[in-house]
């Protein structure tokens, strides 16, 4: 189907909004008429506990739940479908590894993460350490978010890195790590891959055999799905060595008064209640995007990023972060203004209805790497205009205006 922008947008509620430009999908995306239809016509007609009971409802529950997972599994394009675990959102996958994968580590051992994480890679490998005695160990970057993979070399030398944790995209920068380079190299160390994909994931294809990742976390919520759900894949081989993360109902085979021995995978990771819905409207969300090609999503979102370079450049007093080429850039572009705190400046611009963020955008690490202690952020979707990207322009320059 082609990407008729004007269309796309009737079919985001929230956007009928007068009044307002929403430039915040790298924080989380609106969602589709299509994804709110499917949720409530799940809590209208079929809902009940999947996995459960022997009911219709408890049948229809199922069947949507697993159904869900195999749309996640074509999505990534994972070998198999157990290799899909559902969590509430990508930061309790990563977590899910940490706890579990890395409660095997050993104090020799060493996590490599690079300073353009989120926090949500890099605290649980700090809480990893604590645990066991692992260390966090850092990929360098330059002034640009570029990887330096000499840094990432000296660190795979010493021999101790047992996993390398890297996003896929940056939430700040828009910069795309070389992730088959970076999992070829890591490999071939005796290390595993993570990758946290929570931006990459509704901004490209992601193909986890041909990137031949260990690990892949993704959040519901930022490819116009739902929030309260998340998506662990891990090849199979690696979650069927894992122990449970969580205890409880589901995850269980048998429970004895001296012990339990746990289900099978994926379920081992789905302790309790599962969000049966969230991943209903996950699936929607995926074959309501599977409706546009890639291609042409991607060419909308850089001609937007390329816009915004343009109106951001033309401002007095704003510098922008990151890769100096606009084609290097996905989803987002940070920026600051001289003699405009982020936060004042997204104020006085979320007064005027346009909506962005400000902050160290959980990347506290990547901030004192580039010398500044917060940023304000454009992101965009697929429903932005070339219209929305020029208010920010006056509308930042009135601000400025303000504090001259």
């Known amino acids: 189907m082609a990407l008729t922008i004007p269309a796309i947008r009737r079919q985001f509620p929230l956007l009928a909004r007068e009044d307002l430009t929403y430039l915040d999908t790298a924080a989380t995306a609106q969602k589709?008429?299509?994804v709110l239809d499917a949720m409530r016509e799940f809590y209208e007609r079929s809902y009940a506990n999947p996995h459960r009971g022997m009911h219709i409802l408890a049948e229809e529950a199922t069947v949507a739940f697993e159904d869900a997972r195999k749309s996640v599994q074509r999505f990534l394009n994972a070998e198999h479908l157990e290799e899909i675990v559902f969590t509430k959102n990508c930061t309790e996958a990563i977590n899910?590894?940490?706890?579990?994968?890395g409660s095997q580590?050993?104090?020799k051992d060493a996590i490599a993460v690079s300073l353009l994480e989120h926090h949500s890679n890099i605290v649980p490998w700090f809480q990893c350490r604590e645990q066991t005695g692992a260390q966090v160990a850092w990929i360098e970057i330059d002034d640009e978010g570029h990887i330096l993979l000499d840094s990432l070399d000296r660190l795979l030398a010493k021999g101790d890195v047992k996993l390398v944790a890297i996003t896929a995209l940056s939430n700040v920068l828009g910069v795309r790590p070389p992730l088959?380079?970076?999992i070829c190299r890591a490999h071939a160390a005796?290390?595993?891959?993570?990758?946290?994909?929570?931006?990459?994931?509704?901004?490209?294809?992601?193909?986890?055999?041909?990137?031949?990742?260990?690990?892949?976390?993704?959040s519901g919520h930022k490819i116009y799905g739902p929030t309260g759900i998340g998506v662990l894949y891990a090849k199979r081989e690696i979650l069927e060595a894992m122990p449970p993360f969580l205890g409880g109902g589901k995850m269980i085979r048998e429970v004895r008064e001296d012990g339990f021995s746990p289900a099978d995978i994926p379920l081992r990771f789905e302790?309790?209640?599962?969000?049966?819905?969230?991943?209903?409207?996950?699936?929607a969300a995926i074959e309501w995007g599977?409706?546009?090609?890639?291609?042409?999503?991607i060419a909308h979102e850089r001609e937007l990023l390329k816009r915004a370079t343009s109106v951001l450049s033309g401002i007095d007093g704003v510098s922008l972060l990151g890769p100096r080429s606009v084609d290097e850039r996905s989803s987002c572009i940070s920026f600051t203004v001289e003699g405009i705190h982020p936060h004042d400046l997204t104020d006085i611009l979320g007064r005027k209805g346009i909506c962005m963020r400000a902050g160290h955008h959980c990347t506290q690490p990547l901030h004192r790497r580039l010398g500044i202690i917060a940023s304000t952020r454009l992101?965009?979707?697929?429903?932005?205009?070339l219209e929305e990207i020029d208010r920010v322009g006056p509308a930042i320059t009135d601000a400025r205006a303000r504090f001259a």
Not at 290 to 297: G, I, L, N, S, Y
Not at 379 to 385: A, K
Request: aromatic residues 8%; proline residues 4%.
């Open 32 to 34: 589709p008429q299509a």
């Open 290 to 297: 599977e409706q546009f090609t890639w291609k042409d999503r």
């Open 180 to 182: 088959e380079e970076i």
């Open 105 to 107: 580590l050993k104090k």
């Open 379 to 385: 992101s965009v979707g697929i429903y932005n205009t």
């Open 271 to 283: 302790a309790g209640t599962q969000p049966v819905a969230e991943a209903i409207g996950l699936r």
């Open 96 to 101: 899910l590894v940490a706890r579990s994968w």
């Open 190 to 218: 005796g290390a595993l891959v993570l990758l946290d994909a929570a931006q990459a994931a509704g901004h490209g294809p992601i193909d986890v055999q041909k990137l031949d990742c260990d690990f892949l976390a993704f």
